[in-house]
Structures are given as C-alpha cells and as structure tokens.
C-alpha cells in the first residue's frame, strides 16, 4: 500500500516543475552552482544574478541585512562576494521554493515556514561549527532544505493537508504524526523526493528524511543528526510551525545526540542551556533577516483559515 | 560609573517598567548591575552596558531593567514557565501518580510573587486538572524581611503588572495606598519557611517533593556550594520531578544527574524514573 503511495507522489513531483513560475535563469544557476567549488566560476554567477533584478535584490538585501553586519554593499560582486557562494546557492533554493508554490496554495505560514527554515539552517550550521564539522555551509543547507516536503504536500495534498495542520495544531502534536494518520505519508517522505528530483547530494536527502527519525537510516549521517537536533531545538524556541507543541525534550538522550558525540567529542563538551539562549539571542536578527530577505507577506496565516 | 552609563540605566529602567533610578546612589545601581554583568558573562559593567547599549539587545536591556527593580520582581514574571508547570507537567504528574498530594517548593521565595503566582496557577485548575486533589506549597527564603514581606502578600502596581483582572478580584483584597494584599484563599496553600539553601541538615528533610522553583538564586552560589545545593534538590525531589532555575542558569558541570529537558519557551531539569535511568544505562 505504503509502495503505491510512493510511486503515485514521485509522479506527481514530477509534474510540479511545470506547473512553477520560476524564473528560466534560475535553472542555470543552480546548475552552475551545484559543481565542485573550484569548477564554479564567479564571475558567470554575478552575471548570472545581475540579470534578474529580483534575484540580484535579494543578495544584495541579505548581504545587507543584520546577519551580515549591515555594510554598505551596492553592487551585486561585492554582494555575491560578501556571501560566499554557498549562501548564495541558498538564497536561490529559497527563491526557487517560493515561486514553485503559487501563492494560493500555501497551507502553512509562508512567515512561520521561512523562520522556520531560516532558524533551523542557521541553528544547524551554528552546532555544526561547534563541534567541528567540516562543511558548516553544507549544514547550512540541509537545515534550510529539511522541510521542504511541506511544500509538496501544500501544492499536491492541499486540502488534506491543511486538515494536517489543522488537527495538529489543536492537538499540540507534531505535524508529522497526524500526517502519517491522514495522508499515509510524512513531509519527510515527500521532501526526500523533491530533494532527489532536484539532484541535490545524498547527504542533503537523508536529512530531508530522517529529521524526525534519525533510526530510518542504518547508519544516520552527522548532517541528519544536525538537522534533527535544530528541528527540535528550534521548535522549542517559538520556531516551530507557528503552533504551540507540547514537547519535553530531552536532547542529550536522544539517538541523534549519541550518534555525534561518537564522531565529534567536541558536542560532549556544549552547554546546551548557553546554547539555547544563544539562539534566543540570535531570534530577532532571523526574524529581522527573514523578513529582508522573503519579504513574504502573510497569504494565508493558519488563524484565518 | 560614569554619568553617561548612569543616565542610560536610569532611561531603561524608566523605560522598561517605569522605575525612578537614583542618580547619586552610584553604589546602588553598581551593586545590582554587578552580578548581572557576571551572569551575562561581561568582564564588568561597563561592557554589559556597552553592549546593551550598541547591540539594543532586549534580553540585556530587561536584565537591567530587572536588576534595577532589585528584590521586587512580579507575579507571572516568566509566563512560559509556569504555563509549562500547567500544560504539560501536571497532566504528567496526574498520569503518574493519581491523586497523590502534589508538593512544590519555591526555593529562594524572595518577598512571595513566586510561590503566590504557582498558588493561583494550582488554584485555578482546582476544578479542572486537580479536581479532587491536593497540593500544597513551600515557600522558602533565607531572609527574614523577605519573608515577612511575603507572608503579608502586600503589593504594588510594578509587582501585579502582569496580573490579570479577574485574578486580581479573585484572589486580592484592597490594602490602601493602591496597594493590593493577597487574600486567605490565597494564601491558604502556601507555607512559609525560612530555609539557608546552604545548610545541610534542614536541606535533608525536604522529602517528596514534586517540582522545585529556584529562579536567579543559585547565580549568587560558587560552584562548590552550587554542586552542594542541586545535590540536596535531586534527593528532595521524586523520580520523574522537576527543577526550573533561572533562564540563564545552567547545570553543565554542576550536577550530571539530572536530565536536561526542553519545552517550548523554557527549559527544565528533571530526575529520571527508574524507568528512565535503567533506559539510559543500556
């Protein structure tokens, strides 16, 4: 049964590209971008960027935002320069993810989605530069992307899944388990499929999968791990979905935890208190950055509908 | 200090909750903002200030704010807490112990808000969650002026600022001056004490004790006798109960057996179930 499902929504993923209205340089882009770093020539990405003025407006206003020390950055090299290609990358995903979902089809908060998301890669790549993980930017990422299943199930599953939404929400529950009663399948399941779809890495793909269980895979990377933990830790910080979830968190117990303290001893060694007020303290520059960097205007908040 | 830094604590403190900050008491407000400098982990206050002042930081700005309202702190003062203690652990507890007396303590009860907000939160579910049960209170505090002051219950617009209307009809009785005196249903649950966190042999006979409150009280510990305390509150505290300390206070390094817990908004520590330390072991 689980196996029909399957297939029906890798066909249905399928179909999504062009139902989108994403802007044609955007392809090229991130095809460019998806190369080995010392493939990746800088000088077609600003050209690139420089020909869509939204594109090119919105590394200019991230690199201009409170993330990034609010400089004075006017031209588009030095704000692709300011950066770093691996922010860029992301700023494009996130651009792309916004224009595949017409507007009308959001079912979560696009404000909670993105604060969500925002604070979850940042959260991640904050832990990843922690306890050392080599590819901070990478984690970044795969925190960035996790839930991008939300954006299937708004475009594909959308009354049920608003009903998903609405039942967790009254429920205090976690989205993905009322998602497994109404729809057989989670935002995890389906994001996996998108994350195949659009090519991205294995590593980026297992966490799109396994942020809500880390046991789904034999042998978890560190880089689900990571997003597992920050999903968590952030919902745990008014970064959730834009419900109130009843949780009781025990993250040093948890299997995502132990898995990195065998690989990184450095995690051993976090207060997870100082950590949590960090994030506290870092909540009004995601908030600040997310609304520079979107400008996504409230569509259709839970409340009003 | 110098006139400038004064001038902005004393613009916060206005601006924060309407607090008139003497400018010629220097040794005041360097009394109060000294230990906030240490807890926010600057060398001096000097860099507290600064950095509040540059980063416009809410969280440091309120600490300020805080500090300069000195031992007068409010009720509902960390909403997330106690909503927290109601949402999710006293529906634990009912599932786990039935209708056993539910025993909480305020250590560090300062002149009351603390253990008079718990009694209106348990009031209130008297009829809901804790229908049929019983609950009692202790509130502890090392100083006998705080205690007097909080066994008489009498406060000030600043205290009950977030204190809603109902509740303060319900539970408060006038007391002149636009002075509000908590009343005998009120108090009824709670009792006071006078307990040194410090002393060993009164710390042991707190037995079965459910959930303790020890908020911004141990920041002023070192580290042995903050080892010492938390000791004594994992033994005085039942497996699966809880401790809820400051926002900013954090056992790494102090004691390893209690388990860190995440809720919304808040954190906890909690002892193990038996069942919870056999889990761990394996």
Redesign the interface.
Known sequence: MKAKLHSQLQAQIKKLDSISAAPAILTPLLNMLRLPSDKIRVEKVVELVSYDGSIAAQCLRLANSPLFGCREIETVRSAVMALGLERVRSILFGLYVNRVIPQDKWVIDPDAFWRHSLGCALVTQRMAQKIEYPEPEKAYMAGLLHDLGFLVNSVLYNEDFRECLRRAAEQHVPLHVIEEQVLGFTHCESGQMLCEHWGLSKELVDAARCHHDVSLLPTAGPLACLVHLSD??C????L?YGY??????????DAAWQTLVTTFPALGNM????F??DI??AM?KIVATVDSVFGVKKIAALATT | MKADEVEFVAEVARAGAGLSVERDKLYVIESRLAPVARREGFGSIRDLLLAARHRR???LMWAVVEAMAGGETSFFRDPAIFARFR??MLP?LARRRGRAPVRVWSAGCSTGEEPYTLAMFLLEEKDKLLAGWTFDILATDLNDNSLEAARAGIYGEYALRNTSDVLRRKYFKDAGDKKLQANDLLKAPIRFDRINLSDDSKMLFQKGIDVIFCCNVLIYFDLASKRRVVQHFYSNLLPGGYLFMG???????VNESF???????T?AY?KPTALQAA??KK
């Open positions: 968590l830790l919902r745990a910080r008014y959730g109130d979830e009843i949780m009781g968190v025990d993250l040093g117990s207060d997870l208190v100082r949590t007020l506290d303290g009004d | 930081e809410g969280k949402d999710e634990e926002h900013a206070e954090s056992l790494f390094q388990r860190l817990v995440h809720f919304l908004g954190t909690s889990g761990a």
